[in-house]
């Protein structure tokens, strides 16, 4: 079972997603890869955090913006699903039976929540369009400390707005997580354990295709080997 303290520290790690993807910060932060592991690290099970982080990540991989289209807020849904995946693999005592389950089903609320996210952050964009022209007009009047100010409050904002989604989907979700668990027909899901195997191979197949040229395949190797090595360390 999560607890309350646990819950906190993962909706400020979604805020801190919400500023990385909102603001002109953008440390890649925000990314599954890392937000899965430190999931993961907050809930105590950093392998776990990390395998449905990548999983995730190669559901992005394939995301992208077309003709001005406004894209999901898939992050957050990862830092939410990644929040799910593990307690539900915990609460089941890790049974490899129902991997490819939880893993299906963390990721599908991951979506649903990155499409409710991206659309209360559409209704905000739509009524703060005062505040560029707010900023505007200062900088013709050389408020420039005024300006700096807005900046911040809007940084402080982001991470307040994403912390709050953060925590409302993570609470809204753990009843369909315990009934998830309750599921009679679990048991004879042990096909799907087999996901486990070949998800990784899915994901490592797209990153190959993703990173062509020798330099890229060296520096993939390299930053999968540390991480086998962190995990193993940290799990």
């Given amino acids: 079972m999560i607890t309350l303290k646990s819950i906190l520290l993962i909706s400020i ?47 992005l991989l394939g995301v992208v ?58 209704v905000w964009e ?3 369009d005062f505040l560029a022209d707010l900023s505007m007009e200062l900088i013709e009047r050389e408020k420039v400390q005024m300006v700096s100010a807005l900046h ?5 904002f982001h991470l307040l707005f994403g912390a709050v989604l953060t925590f409302i989907f993570i609470i809204s979700s753990m009843p369909l997580n315990d009934k998830l668990l309750g599921f009679s027909g679990m048991d004879r899901l042990v096909s799907l354990k087999y996901l486990e195997i070949l998800i990784p191979f899915i994901g490592i197949g797209f990153l190959v295709n993703l990173l062509a040229g020798r ?11 540390v991480t086998v090595v962190l995990v193993n360390a940290l799990g």
């Fill in 13 to 59: 790690l979604g805020g801190i997603v919400s500023v990385d993807r909102r603001t002109s910060l953008r440390l890649m932060i925000s990314q599954p890869l890392f937000t899965g592991l430190v999931v993961g690290l907050l809930l105590g099970d950093a392998r776990d955090g990390f395998i449905f982080g990548a999983v995730y990540q190669t559901i």
């Fill in 215 to 225: 330099g890229k395949y060296f520096w993939f190797a390299a930053g999968f080997l």
């Fill in 152 to 156: 911040v409050s809007m940084i402080a």
């Fill in 65 to 122: 913006s077309t003709r001005g289209s406004r894209l999901p807020d898939l992050w957050i849904g990862g830092v939410v699903g990644t929040a799910l995946f593990v307690v539900l693999r915990k609460s089941s005592g890790a049974d490899p039976a129902v991997m490819g389950l939880s893993t299906a089903y963390a990721v599908f609320v991951a979506v649903i929540v990155g499409v409710i996210a991206g659309a209360v952050y559409r």
């Fill in 126 to 128: 739509s009524r703060s």
